[in-house]
């Protein structure tokens, strides 16, 4: 059960939040060229400073986790709808991809540089899930308790939050490797909030996220190394 709050804190609870472990990304990755062990599990440590913080964070509320979207309530629907987005989304997503890096004519290599299982496993338990209870769990769910007025978008209500936590988690991504190119995941990030949105869990968002990440690693491995 939720605890009580000042209404303030769906606004500054997840600004401090997203400002500290941002924080503690950038000195991670600043710090990698210079400590083995960093450069070895640099995401592992910003996954794991995810969890814990937005897990603190939660219990100081009064609250749990699964009042953020996390749990396995109706797992088979969020594999599905996580299914669906990937069929709809990934083949247009490959062309634009072999367009972008003119990969046309080039043959994959499809002997990858690991196995297929650990950057599955690297994706969804130490990437995605920890972004996804960070940005669509805490900071979507906060900011749509504060901000007013939603639209239909899809047969699904979509308030401002959606868009605004999108835009803090490219942001996010760009402020740990300042290429512009990196502010291009506002765009999947706003069908993983529509995801939240439309589920009220995180296990579809979840899914979906880190297949867009495996199949990115895994185009980039067989086109362009």
Same mark, same amino acid.
């Given at each position: 059960?939720? /605890?009580?709050?000042?209404?303030?804190?769906?606004?500054?609870?997840?600004?401090l939040?997203?400002?500290?472990?941002l924080? *503690?990304?950038?000195? *991670?990755?600043?710090? %990698?060229?210079?400590?083995? !062990?960093? +450069?070895?599990?640099?995401t592992?440590?910003?996954?794991?400073v995810?969890?814990?913080?937005?897990?603190?964070l939660?219990?100081?509320?009064? %609250?749990?986790?699964?009042? $953020?979207?996390?749990?396995?309530?109706g797992?088979?629907? %969020?594999i599905?709808?996580?299914?669906?987005?990937?069929?709809?989304?990934?083949?247009?997503?490959?062309?634009? !991809?072999?367009?972008?890096? &003119?990969?046309?004519?080039r =043959?994959?290599?499809?002997?990858?540089?690991w =196995?297929?299982?650990?950057i599955?496993?690297?994706? #969804?338990v130490v990437?995605a899930?920890?972004? +996804?209870?960070?940005y669509?769990?805490? *900071?979507?769910?906060?900011l749509g308790?504060?901000?007013?007025?939603?639209?239909r978008? #899809? &047969?699904?209500?979509? /308030?401002?939050?959606? =868009?605004?936590?999108?835009?803090?988690?490219?942001?996010?991504?760009?402020?740990?490797?300042?290429?512009?190119?990196? #502010?291009?995941?506002?765009? =999947?990030?706003l069908?993983? /909030?529509?995801?939240k949105?439309?589920? /009220?869990?995180?296990?579809a968002?979840?899914l979906?996220?880190?297949a867009?990440?495996?199949?990115?690693?895994?185009?980039?491995?067989? $086109?362009?190394?």
């Amino acid at each position: 059960m939720a /605890g009580s709050r000042s209404p303030s804190r769906d606004w500054i609870d997840p600004a401090l939040l997203v400002l500290s472990t941002l924080a *503690v990304a950038v000195i *991670v990755v600043r710090l %990698e060229p210079v400590h083995p !062990f960093i +450069e070895a599990n640099a995401t592992g440590i910003v996954g794991a400073v995810f969890l814990i913080a937005t897990w603190i964070l939660v219990a100081a509320r009064g %609250e749990h986790p699964a009042d $953020y979207g996390l749990g396995i309530a109706g797992w088979a629907g %969020e594999i599905g709808w996580a299914a669906l987005f990937s069929a709809i989304v990934f083949p247009p997503f490959l062309i634009g !991809f072999r367009i972008w890096w &003119g990969t046309s004519g080039r =043959p994959f290599d499809w002997d990858l540089p690991w =196995p297929v299982w650990q950057i599955v496993a690297t994706h #969804l338990v130490v990437v995605a899930l920890p972004e +996804e209870l960070l940005y669509r769990g805490f *900071v979507q769910q906060s900011l749509g308790r504060a901000l007013k007025g939603r639209i239909r978008v #899809l &047969g699904t209500q979509v /308030g401002w939050a959606v =868009p605004i936590t999108a835009a803090v988690f490219a942001l996010g991504h760009f402020a740990t490797d300042l290429r512009p190119d990196r #502010l291009a995941t506002f765009f =999947p990030a706003l069908l993983f /909030g529509w995801l939240k949105e439309r589920r /009220g869990g995180l296990i579809a968002a979840i899914l979906f996220h880190a297949a867009c990440n495996v199949l990115s690693d895994i185009l980039a491995a067989g $086109y362009l190394r």
